[in-house]
């Protein structure tokens, strides 16, 4: 298994640029969602989705949409990017019900100018 | 709304020595309390967890206690290696279902050689 997958590793970004941060995981988690790992604000929740086709907002939704039309993917789209969302993106899966253990992603690292 | 204040921020302990790090949550309904380790430019990843069952839980030189009368948990590292150097996450959630896991803020600890 990959695990959970996370695309690109890195990113520039003009203010205003619009960008789809991809996630992937074939663990047939039901259970997926996306952080924000700012210096000293630890990880704060953007959106998350219970399963294909619901999500929900977290703590820190302003400026970002998802969508989970599979069970693999969850992407997380940027429609006009703000320096205020210069970032390291996590994405993280997990069953629900059972085992509890969320899994991350190895991040990606987003830089609006 | 639900929170996690974890302290201290930083902690610098001796090789050797003992290290603590305590989470609180205000969530009276969480039973489920994960730690995670994340080391410079990785992905988080989780080292222990305790369910509200158990009063503490041990693995080799790391051990989590829970006090849910006071709503706080802690970790403790003993013998501490230069490898533990990392950011350690506490984070509360509730078993069984879709709930979200509320982050604490980090500490990152530095064990000296």
């Known amino acids: 298994n990959a695990g959970v997958t996370q695309t690109p590793k890195f990113q520039v970004l003009k203010t205003g640029q619009s960008m789809t941060l991809q996630c992937a995981q074939d663990m047939n988690h039901e259970y997926m969602s996306w952080y924000r790992q700012d210096p000293g604000m630890g990880l704060r929740l953007i959106h998350y989705?219970?399963?294909?086709?619901?999500?929900d907002q977290g703590e820190v939704p302003n400026g970002y949409n998802v969508s989970r039309s599979t069970t693999e993917d969850f992407p997380l789209r940027l429609l006009s990017a703000a320096p205020s969302q210069t970032s390291v993106y996590f994405c993280?899966?997990?069953?629900?019900?059972?085992?509890?253990?969320?899994?991350f992603g190895p991040g990606t690292r987003l830089l609006v100018l | 709304g639900e929170n996690v204040e974890q302290h201290p921020s930083t902690l610098s302990v001796q090789e050797g020595d003992s290290a603590v790090i305590k989470c609180t949550y205000s969530d009276s309904a969480s039973n489920y309390f994960p730690w995670y380790k994340q080391e410079l430019g990785k992905r988080p990843q989780l080292i222990i967890d305790i369910r509200s069952n158990v009063g503490e839980k041990k693995d080799q030189r790391i051990a989590v206690t829970l006090n849910k009368t006071a709503k706080h948990f802690s970790l403790h590292i003993t013998e501490t290696q230069p490898e533990d150097s990392a950011v350690y996450f506490c984070a509360a959630s509730r078993l069984g279902g879709t709930y979200k896991y509320i982050f604490g803020t980090g500490t990152r600890l530095k064990v000296l050689a």
């Open positions: 989705s219970v399963g294909a086709g619901i999500t």
């Open positions: 993280a899966s997990r069953i629900t019900g059972r085992s509890e253990t969320q899994y």
